[in-house]
């Protein structure tokens, strides 16, 4: 089945710096990749998801990039703010219809430090 | 607009006692269902999907069960809780692969 690694478990940067969460899949054949934001205590929430036909997606302050030839997409975060710490989760999609294929990485800690 | 409800909120329960869980959405019909399980440093579980009543897919054996006696109504399931029973848990809605998250359940079995 697929495997799903990310990192760093836990990253830290000054308020106002960039961040970048990077994951890794095992299985070729997943074509759907979204990122889930959860704030201490709450739900995760999607924030933005890419499809293996782009390279690239943007929305604001957050970017997604593929790199199907290696079998990895990072997270891109950038003119961070307090509002932006949280735990962050990768995963990867071999299903072509629900979520039930979705693999989740096991997440990734930001901090944004004042 | 379509909203997910989920409780209780915090649960504590002895070892070997029940487990019942609900989930209901509002707001769609025949939503694909989710249960998962969040536990520290190790990410989002799937426990069991619903593609529609009394239809119940289990992704990983376990102590526990789930039901879908209602279009709209997904319920997490135990006999007799084991410690290793204890985490967060998630009841989820698909729209095609994205997930729409209730606001999960903190399960500290003692």
């Not at chain 1, 697929?2 to 830290?12: A, D, I, R």
């Not at chain 2, 069991?48 to 102590?63: A, D, K, L, M, T």
Request: hydrophobic share 35%; with cysteine; glycine share 10%.
């Amino acid at each position: 089945g697929e495997n799903v690694e990310q990192h760093p478990s836990t990253l830290s940067v000054q308020e106002g710096d960039s961040a970048v969460i990077k994951c890794t899949y095992s299985d070729s054949a997943s074509n759907y990749f979204p990122w889930y934001k959860q704030e201490l205590g709450k739900r995760p929430q999607l924030i933005i998801d890419i499809r293996s036909n782009v390279g690239e997606k943007k929305d604001q302050r957050i970017a997604v990039t593929l790199n199907k030839t290696a079998k990895h997409f990072s997270l891109h975060i950038t003119e961070t703010q307090p509002e932006d710490s949280a735990v962050y989760f990768c995963a990867a999609s071999t299903s072509g219809g629900g979520a039930d294929g979705l693999t989740f990485g096991k997440g990734t800690h930001l901090i944004i430090q004042p | 607009s379509q909203t997910i409800h989920q409780w209780p909120a915090t649960l504590v329960q002895p070892v070997g006692s029940p487990l019942s869980l609900e989930c209901t959405v509002e707001g769609t019909s025949n939503p694909n269902l989710y249960w998962y399980r969040q536990a520290a440093g190790r990410g989002l579980q799937l426990l069991f999907y619903s593609v529609g009543i009394g239809q119940i897919s289990s992704e990983v054996p376990q102590n526990l069960s789930a039901s879908r006696p209602q279009d709209r109504q997904f319920i997490l399931s135990s006999k007799k809780l084991l410690l290793s029973d204890s985490g967060f848990y998630l009841c989820a809605w698909g729209l095609g692969e994205k997930l729409f998250f209730g606001s999960g359940t903190q399960l500290s079995v003692l």
